[in-house]
């Protein structure tokens, strides 16, 4: 039988885990009877019961399996490493608060089925927050010109992912993988499927501003030279501006000698402008620098305080 890997990562998920869990079930004792399946939650040191509940699950099914953190490592570290612990022959991972609807998984297998080793998930409409979903589509728009890869739009992870690719994802080694990214490194053709994302059922959100510019900056980073080149560029043409300001005040000053009065303003304005540049591109600058440094560390994605339900 072939054996599908459903991983979804979880942090305060006590309202969600029972009802993800028993909609994930009916899935496959309806549509795919002759599948079998893993269900892995990976917790990331949840404050709540959600360990508790998922370890009631455990024991009343031998499929569902947990993986607890030893501490909050992260929206991008932590569901990464639960894709390397399944053994599916296809691994699918979506989100545990229920706004990655399960029954996304129908349309996943049977595209798989077809032979596509990659199928996304691809979010049609923000219901949530419609100025989420313009700044969304403008950061894809920035990505898609600065990036040296096409970057599916609208693609946060959710999606299956056939053995063969999670082999070439295991080999990669990266201490801070941004999924979205490297699957459009990879150039496996992928099947795209659509959905609506619904309303949050229970909870709150995890996501905040720093951890969506987090995901943004990576994206970036790992994808893109473009900002430090235009820091280099800029540079040059700040230069030849300021060159060329200076002499055409010099020759005013020359031949204008008692009327014209260069005044303190010109110099405030442009040393500030000047200053809020060297920032802006040193903050870009240590943002690479910042990846890199992740990077040279290679530290593991995440330290395990237990595991249930794994042979």
Known sequence: MPLISVVTPCYNEEANVHLLYERIRLIFSTHFPNYDYEHIYIDNASRDTTVALIKQLCTVDKRVKLIVNARNFGHIRSPFYGMLQARGDAVVLMASD?????????????????????VLAIKKQEINSPIMGFLRKKYYQLLAILSDVSITKNFTGFGLYDRTVMEELRVLGDAYPYLRGIISELGHEAALVEFVKPPRRGGITHNNFYTLYDMAMLGITNHS?????????????????????AIGYLVYKLLFWDFFAVGMAPVIVGMFFF?????????????????????????????EKERVNFD
């Not at 240590?286 to 290679?298: K, M, N, W």
């Open 225 to 245: 030279k473009v900002p430090l080149r235009l820091a280099t560029m800029f540079g040059f043409l700040m230069s030849a501006i300021s060159i060329l300001v």
């Open 98 to 118: 229920l706004q990655d609807p399960p029954e996304v998984l129908v349309d996943f297998i049977r595209q798989w089925e077809a032979g596509y080793k990659l």
């Open 275 to 303: 200053g809020s540049v060297q920032l802006f591109f040193l903050g870009v600058v240590g943002e690479y620098v910042g990846s890199i440094h992740t990077q040279v560390l290679a530290r593991p994605l995440v330290v």
